[in-house]
């Protein structure tokens, strides 16, 4: 596998996927906007930024150093090839094939000492994986910064309301104080000065326990963070391995290597030794929390301010050619989808092999934004299978931030969304086939109405051959785009594409002016149907009316951010449906748009969506032509790839990061 990240970006460079930028870009908001216009296009590449010196001249962007001496990495992994290239694989799911023949393999009954001895090979294998503790120094310490000061990074500030510069790919390390057991982990940290930063560290992360142990015990509590190396540290970070499980065995396992571990400068901790930029130092449990934020996160939305542990900087150590890497995250897709998008095709056959054997696939869409909507296939055998596989998903590790989760079986591919969609609305009966819960959410989630805490929703979407489900075909919902609106002026779009091709689900765009307007109007429009005496739709989605409802993709991403399914979904009556129509047939609304205090009397504020400022938009604009002359970039500087902000900011609300009511 890879040596460095050195190597790897060789590698990407000799398979035509990095393109290197010559020309002074800021990373001060700049840089986020040339990665943000790049991971959208049709020009995909990951971009190495070779200048982030800040030419003589008057600084911008509120007192940030004059320049960096390291060139920086991103997008690294921002496409299913290079996270094939990453993973060292020709296809995401090799991995997990993997995994199930080892499975298979350790598992296998061994009735003689014949077979015992053929386990030798695969447990030899094993143990080659363990990271190894290397004598004296490691590469990522041949140079050791005098002036320990992190300002000197090319730290970048990425959205227009962050809360500063945030270092967004650190591979934090942390201790348990009793076990003795490391864990590693992504979490972003903001910059507050040469030797301060925040850890951002939700409270369900092994790093948060770590530091209640340490806070229990009154001790200081060591950490150690690493920039750059073989990128599989970025990816074996992220994974949502069990607590005890050494990120650095699963490493090993993924490149067929050892790790090799040195021990830091001034922490009692080790890092991989060919990190490129290793940062140590130390958190204090008896000191008061800083607050850390707002940040635009992966959601699509900022993350608001809040309160975290400081980090004390006591060393900086790095490579002497070292290369800083980041990451941008925000409205999808992004890098982060594609990462996500691996650890969805690894960690399928675990939980098929551990939890779930009637599992068939799984999938996470890009617009749900990991754990807002899942889709599983199952092979279903009994009644009741669809809410077996649901409870055990709820109660799984990091599935337990799970909002939407859909059940599908037979021979729906879930990678194809009309399939699915054809199996929701011709299996789901909505006055049978939902089922809701609540439970821990991420804390990201800005539409619980308590903080990490919420609605949960179930779509039975399996064949029922014991009961009739009624068709989604066949004419239900027979209704022109122009009716709804001029019966109810506040429906500023409808979109019925999906229920002409017989998926009985309608998308409203609605301009919310009251108390339980969309309740309200929810009920109205079901029984506009039933006058009518045509069936109604079974699903009536609704998202703000700032909302192009023609994009489907942007619809189930505001949807799945925005709905709490236990206070956000409506059952229609059939209490107003003619008896010439058969029983079973009613709807169900589900309500996408923003919650607030005076509407709804939700009593947490709202955050903003993400968009780059008009200012940066412009200044990229203006350089844009120079910045790409190598390949395998050259030409794409000819024409203007536009800014994907430019949509979004006709979505944007009043205010800066926290949204005006």
Same mark, same amino acid.
């Given at each position: 596998?890879?040596?460095?990240?050195?190597?790897?970006?060789?590698?990407?460079?000799?398979?035509?996927?990095?393109?290197?930028?010559?020309?002074?870009?800021?990373?001060?908001?700049?840089?986020?906007?040339?990665?943000?216009?790049?991971?959208?296009?049709?020009?995909?590449?990951?971009?190495?930024?070779?200048?982030?010196?800040?030419?003589?001249?008057?600084?911008?962007?509120?007192?940030?150093?004059?320049?960096?001496?390291?060139?920086?990495?991103?997008? #690294?992994?921002?496409?299913? *090839?290079?996270?094939?290239? !990453?993973?060292?694989? @020709?296809?995401?799911?090799?991995? &997990? /094939?993997?995994?199930?023949?080892?499975?298979?393999?350790?598992?296998?009954?061994?009735?003689?000492?014949?077979?015992?001895?053929?386990?030798?090979?695969?447990?030899?294998?094993?143990?080659?994986?363990?990271?190894?503790?290397?004598?004296?120094?490691?590469?990522?310490?041949?140079?050791?910064?005098?002036?320990?000061?992190?300002?000197?990074?090319?730290?970048?500030?990425?959205?227009?309301?962050?809360?500063?510069?945030?270092?967004?790919?650190?591979?934090?390390?942390?201790?348990?104080?009793?076990?003795?057991?490391?864990?590693?982990?992504?979490?972003?940290?903001?910059?507050?000065?040469?030797?301060?930063? #925040?850890?951002?560290?939700? *409270?369900?992360?092994?790093? !948060?326990?770590?530091? @209640?142990?340490?806070?229990?015990? &009154? /001790?200081?509590?060591?950490?150690?963070?690493?920039?750059?190396?073989?990128?599989?540290?970025?990816?074996?970070?992220?994974?949502?391995?069990?607590?005890?499980?050494?990120?650095?065995?699963?490493?090993?396992?993924?490149?067929?290597?050892?790790?090799?571990?040195?021990?830091?400068?001034?922490?009692?901790?080790?890092?991989?030794?060919?990190?490129?930029?290793?940062?140590?130092?130390?958190?204090?449990?008896?000191?008061?929390?800083?607050?850390?934020?707002?940040?635009?996160?992966?959601?699509?939305?900022?993350?608001?301010?809040?309160?975290?542990?400081?980090?004390?900087?006591?060393?900086?150590?790095?490579?002497?050619?070292?290369?800083?890497?980041?990451?941008?995250?925000?409205?999808?897709?992004?890098?982060?989808?594609?990462? &996500? /998008?691996?650890?969805?095709?690894?960690?399928?056959?675990?939980?098929?092999?551990?939890?779930?054997?009637?599992?068939?696939?799984?999938?996470?869409?890009?617009?749900?934004?990991?754990?807002?909507?899942?889709?599983?296939?199952?092979?279903?055998?009994?009644?009741?299978?669809?809410?077996?596989?649901?409870?055990?998903?709820?109660?799984?590790?990091?599935?337990?931030?799970?909002?939407?989760?859909?059940?599908?079986?037979?021979?729906?591919?879930?990678?194809?969304?009309?399939?699915?969609?054809?199996?929701?609305?011709?299996?789901?009966?909505?006055?049978?086939?939902?089922?809701?819960?609540?439970?821990?959410?991420?804390?990201?989630?800005?539409?619980?109405?308590?903080?990490?805490?919420?609605?949960?929703?179930?779509?039975?979407?399996?064949?029922?051959?014991?009961?009739?489900?009624?068709?989604?075909?066949?004419?239900?919902?027979?209704?022109?785009?122009?009716?709804?609106?001029?019966?109810?002026?506040?429906?500023?779009?409808?979109?019925?594409?999906?229920?002409?091709?017989?998926?009985?689900?309608?998308?409203?765009?609605?301009?919310?002016?009251?108390?339980?307007?969309?309740?309200?109007?929810?009920?109205?429009?079901?029984?506009?149907?039933?006058?009518?005496?045509?069936?109604?739709?079974?699903?009536?989605?609704?998202?703000?009316?700032?909302?192009?409802?023609?994009?489907?993709?942007?619809?189930?991403?505001?949807?799945?951010?925005?709905?709490?399914?236990?206070?956000?979904?409506?059952?229609?009556?059939?209490?107003?449906?003619?008896?010439?129509?058969?029983?079973?047939?009613?709807?169900?609304?589900?309500?996408?748009?923003?919650?607030?205090?005076?509407?709804?009397?939700?009593?947490?504020?709202?955050?903003?969506?993400?968009?780059?400022?008009?200012?940066?938009?412009?200044?990229?604009?203006?350089?844009?032509?120079?910045?790409?002359?190598?390949?395998?970039?050259?030409?794409?500087?000819?024409?203007?790839?536009?800014?994907?902000?430019?949509?979004?900011?006709?979505?944007?609300?009043?205010?800066?990061?926290?949204?005006?009511?």
């Amino acid at each position: 596998m890879y040596k460095s990240q050195q190597h790897f970006i060789d590698e990407l460079e000799k398979a035509g996927e990095l393109i290197r930028i010559k020309e002074f870009v800021d990373p001060h908001l700049e840089i986020a906007e040339v990665v943000d216009r790049i991971s959208k296009s049709g020009h995909n590449k990951a971009l190495l930024f070779e200048n982030t010196a800040r030419p003589a001249g008057p600084p911008s962007g509120g007192g940030r150093a004059p320049g960096y001496s390291f060139p920086l990495l991103i997008n #690294a992994m921002g496409s299913e *090839k290079r996270m094939c290239m !990453a993973l060292g694989v @020709n296809d995401l799911d090799d991995v &997990g /094939k993997e995994i199930e023949s080892i499975f298979h393999n350790l598992s296998a009954p061994k009735n003689s000492l014949i077979d015992k001895l053929k386990m030798l090979p695969e447990l030899g294998k094993i143990s080659s994986w363990m990271p190894k503790m290397k004598k004296g120094r490691g590469e990522c310490q041949e140079i050791v910064m005098g002036d320990t000061d992190i300002t000197k990074l090319p730290v970048m500030k990425c959205w227009p309301h962050d809360g500063g510069k945030f270092l967004t790919l650190p591979i934090i390390h942390t201790v348990d104080p009793n076990s003795g057991i490391r864990n590693v982990g992504l979490y972003r940290m903001q910059v507050f000065g040469p030797k301060l930063t #925040a850890l951002h560290w939700h *409270k369900h992360k092994v790093s !948060a326990g770590h530091f @209640n142990e340490y806070k229990k015990l &009154g /001790k200081r509590m060591p950490v150690a963070v690493a920039l750059g190396g073989d990128p599989l540290y970025v990816f074996s970070a992220a994974c949502p391995l069990p607590p005890n499980m050494d990120e650095y065995l699963f490493t090993g396992f993924l490149r067929k290597k050892k790790v090799e571990l040195v021990k830091c400068l001034t922490q009692d901790m080790y890092v991989p030794a060919d990190a490129d930029i290793i940062i140590e130092g130390y958190v204090d449990p008896n000191e008061e929390f800083i607050l850390e934020g707002p940040f635009g996160d992966h959601t699509g939305y900022y993350s608001l301010a809040d309160y975290y542990p400081k980090f004390h900087i006591t060393c900086i150590t790095h490579k002497k050619n070292a290369i800083y890497p980041a990451t941008i995250v925000g409205i999808p897709p992004q890098e982060d989808a594609w990462i &996500g /998008k691996a650890i969805e095709r690894i960690f399928l056959t675990p939980i098929k092999m551990t939890i779930l054997p009637e599992i068939q696939d799984m999938h996470m869409p890009v617009e749900g934004v990991f754990h807002n909507l899942v889709i599983v296939k199952i092979k279903n055998e009994y009644e009741g299978h669809a809410q077996k596989v649901m409870n055990a998903m709820w109660g799984a590790g990091q599935m337990m931030f799970n909002k939407i989760l859909v059940v599908v079986d037979g021979d729906v591919k879930i990678h194809n969304y009309a399939e699915v969609a054809h199996a929701i609305s011709d299996n789901v009966d909505p006055a049978n086939d939902i089922y809701f819960s609540q439970g821990p959410m991420d804390v990201l989630d800005h539409a619980c109405s308590k903080f990490a805490f919420g609605g949960k929703m179930c779509l039975d979407a399996t064949q029922k051959p014991d009961r009739s489900v009624s068709p989604s075909g066949g004419g239900r919902g027979r209704i022109l785009e122009a009716d709804l609106p001029n019966q109810f002026p506040e429906i500023s779009g409808v979109n019925n594409y999906l229920m002409q091709l017989g998926i009985s689900v309608l998308f409203i765009s609605v301009e919310k002016n009251r108390k339980n307007h969309i309740k309200e109007l929810n009920e109205k429009i079901f029984s506009s149907f039933h006058s009518s005496g045509h069936p109604p739709p079974k699903f009536v989605i609704y998202v703000e009316h700032t909302v192009d409802v023609a994009d489907i993709k942007d619809v189930m991403w505001r949807f799945a951010n925005n709905f709490d399914p236990k206070r956000d979904s409506f059952p229609s009556s059939i209490s107003h449906a003619p008896s010439s129509l058969p029983t079973g047939q009613a709807g169900i609304g589900l309500d996408g748009t923003r919650k607030t205090k005076k509407h709804d009397d939700f009593n947490r504020p709202w955050p903003n969506i993400i968009c780059a400022d008009e200012a940066t938009i412009k200044s990229v604009d203006e350089k844009w032509s120079r910045l790409f002359m190598s390949p395998p970039g050259r030409g794409l500087g000819e024409v203007l790839v536009s800014s994907p902000s430019l949509k979004y900011r006709k979505m944007l609300y009043k205010g800066g990061a926290v949204a005006e009511e």
